[in-house]
């Protein structure tokens, strides 16, 4: 079992930068495929990025390719998020979530959750 929290959310203008973290505890972090998934209000739950076990693959939703950077640290239980060049449109609570598959894309192939954090993206 994992527990995931997640920080570096806040309120930013559009083009600015943010990084999130999310912390896992659990010594089988390495194990468990990543991902970071958003909710806008009114909005179903979307993947933002995977990342496999050892972070030697990564996938993006199409919206955030070029935009975002997906990356972990075995070494020190964490995943990562860097979003560059934000919209109003990433607009959301920001979720990080472990699969025990290499990694996917599906929602519902995850497992554990953190709590979130807001992004919010002023124009």
């Known amino acids: 079992q994992v527990q995931l929290v997640e920080s570096g959310g806040g309120l930013v203008q559009a083009g600015d930068s943010l990084r999130l973290s999310c912390a896992a505890s659990?010594?089988?972090?390495?194990?468990?495929?990543m991902g970071w998934f958003r909710q806008a209000p009114g909005k179903e739950r979307e993947i933002v990025a995977a990342i496999s076990w050892s972070g030697g693959t990564t996938w993006y939703a199409a919206s955030e390719k070029g935009r975002f950077t997906i990356s972990r640290d075995n070494a020190k239980n964490a995943v990562y998020l860097q979003m560059n060049r934000l919209k109003p449109e990433d607009t959301a609570v920001y979720y990080c979530?472990?699969?025990?598959?290499?990694?996917?894309?599906?929602?519902?192939?995850?497992?554990?959750w953190g709590q979130g954090t807001q992004v919010t993206v002023s124009s």
């Open positions: 979530a472990a699969t025990k598959y290499l990694y996917s894309m599906s929602v519902v192939d995850y497992n554990y």
């Open positions: 659990g010594r089988t972090f390495s194990s468990y495929g």
